[in-house]
């Protein structure tokens, strides 16, 4: 699972959070095999203009995968520095190319290429990933829409008006769906080949007489990445990159940690539950409880994630001038602990959604318990219309409320009805005081009491099912993230 053994220091990113996938990509073979494709493109260029033979391009060329890391970090702790010493590795393998490789550039044409070729491929796993979870929300939004589950609606955490269970996971995944747009139209850019300062100077030296300008050389290199480039930068690309990237896995950190903190809330009250699987323990005393162990992951990684982006602030606020070295350790950390979190959170609400277990039996008990106080604005509006001026009506509502909360509080049964008929007829209206007792009901009978929020869940799921169209169907594999 790891190189180093159990025995020193590993970050739970290495194994315990986050996809092999994700790890992959992140991993300290696939970077330099993106450094050495940056020298690819460099030699090929040149190769191009004349400025190295095929033969010396060939021999870069059927070496460019050989990486080896151990060589590598064996030069660098004489040269002290990764680049130059990895350089190094890869001209010792190529003996009839090896000593062009690096010629003109400087370290941060390589790295920023590479990263920002590495960030994308991070970036488009996410994408896939949070497509996949809403597409789990999908069907199970379309499954209680179709019930037609009501369910009691909560504000600052209180019992409230009654909302459908499909409205409310609507809710959480427009947020989603919002950041999935996010994700589709960002573009990320490389440095370029630009040398140590951004102005190119190196790279117009080696090219004198060769026939081609420094921009076009540049722009040749980028097109064989695929990668569009910056116009000005320092010896490093703009920081702010990061910044802006990580604005959008802030955002899905931030509406992950709302939607499964509402999970844990709810299943605190019995009305859903995440999935418990077949000899899981919730807890190591208690043997009766289900935690809500991977809602509570999601939760605590996705505040992680959220502090990464002060993190992004810090490197681009501090790259100076044309550049300081403030910010290369701190994104050797953030980017891809960042990255790895947010993997493991999307692969864990998605186990969550699909798997989601709703009980219910309990959620119409809670809405039988508290919806009558829900439904005394509709009582309300109706006392008016029969001539209670409504400041003496809501005074009345509220004292048999509060009267009715005591005891719901105390487990009895939601008395409300008998104390508001009681009221009403005490009321000097003779037209209030025909309201019978099923008509009470009728008003209070909070199930219908939802306003438009089907059709608006109906709406919804139109949209959600047209931006899914363009991603395939696939199975989640369990045993990507096993903790």
């Not at 060329?61 to 040269?79: F, K, P, Q």
């Not at 890869?90 to 390589?110: K, L, N, V």
């Not at 790895?340 to 277990?357: E, N, R, W």
């Not at 306003?451 to 949209?463: A, C, Y």
Request: glycine share 6%; proline share 3%.
């Amino acid at each position: 699972m790891n190189t180093f053994g159990y025995d020193t220091y590993l970050s739970p990113a290495t194994w315990r959070y986050g996809s092999r996938e994700m790890r992959a990509i992140f991993s300290e073979v696939n970077r330099r095999r993106h450094w050495r494709k940056v020298w690819v493109a460099i030699a090929q260029t040149k190769c191009e203009i004349g400025l190295i033979t095929p033969e010396q391009l060939a021999d870069i060329e059927a070496h460019a995968n050989d990486v080896n890391v151990e060589r590598s970090l064996e030069i660098e702790r004489t040269l002290q520095h990764d680049l130059a010493a990895e350089a190094q590795a890869f001209a010792e393998q190529c003996p009839i190319g090896g000593q062009t490789i690096h010629t003109g550039a400087t370290s941060a044409d390589i790295t920023d290429n590479a990263d920002a070729l590495i960030i994308r491929q991070a970036l488009e796993l996410v994408r896939l990933r949070l497509a996949n979870l809403l597409r789990a929300y999908e069907q199970r939004i379309s499954e209680v829409y179709q019930e037609r589950l009501v369910a009691l609606g909560f504000t600052h955490i209180q019992p409230a008006q009654p909302v459908p269970l499909a409205y409310r996971l609507a809710n959480h995944a427009q947020d989603l769906l919002r950041v999935l747009w996010q994700l589709e139209g960002f573009q990320i850019e490389g440095k370029g080949t630009k040398g140590a300062v951004g102005t190119g100077a190196d790279y117009t030296t080696m090219l004198d007489g060769a026939g081609v300008s420094f921009l076009e050389f540049h722009e040749r290199v980028m097109q064989k990445l695929d990668l569009p480039a910056l116009t000005v930068t320092g010896q490093t690309a703009t920081r702010l990159v990061d910044v802006e990237y990580m604005n959008i896995l802030y955002g899905l950190a931030a509406t992950l940690h709302r939607a499964f903190t509402d999970q844990r809330i709810l299943q605190s009250m019995g009305e859903t539950q995440e999935p418990f699987a077949k000899g899981q323990k919730g807890s190591s005393v208690m043997a009766y409880k289900k935690n809500p162990k991977d809602s509570e992951q999601i939760c605590a990684l996705s505040a992680a994630v959220m502090s990464f982006h002060s993190m992004a602030g810090y490197a681009a606020a501090n790259n100076l001038l044309e550049r300081t070295l403030n910010e290369s350790a701190i994104r050797r950390v953030f980017i891809p602990e960042a990255f790895l979190y947010i993997d493991h959170c999307l692969i864990k609400a998605h186990k969550v959604i699909s798997g989601l277990v709703i009980n219910r039996e309990k959620i119409a008990r809670d809405l039988r318990t508290h919806g009558d106080f829900a439904g005394t604005g509709r009582l309300l509006v109706r006392l008016q219309q029969m001539g209670v001026p409504r400041e003496e009506a809501y005074r009345m509502i509220q004292s048999c409320s509060l009267q009715a909360q005591e005891a719901v509080v105390r487990g009895e049964e939601n008395p409300l009805r008998g104390l508001l008929l009681e009221a009403i007829h005490a009321l000097p209206y003779p037209e209030a005081r025909t309201l019978t007792a099923e008509e009470i009901a009728t008003l209070l009978d909070a199930s219908a009491y939802v306003g438009g929020s089907f059709e608006l869940t109906e709406e919804f799921l139109s949209v959600l099912r047209g931006a899914l169209s363009a991603y395939p169907e696939v199975q989640q594999d369990a045993s990507e993230s096993v903790f």
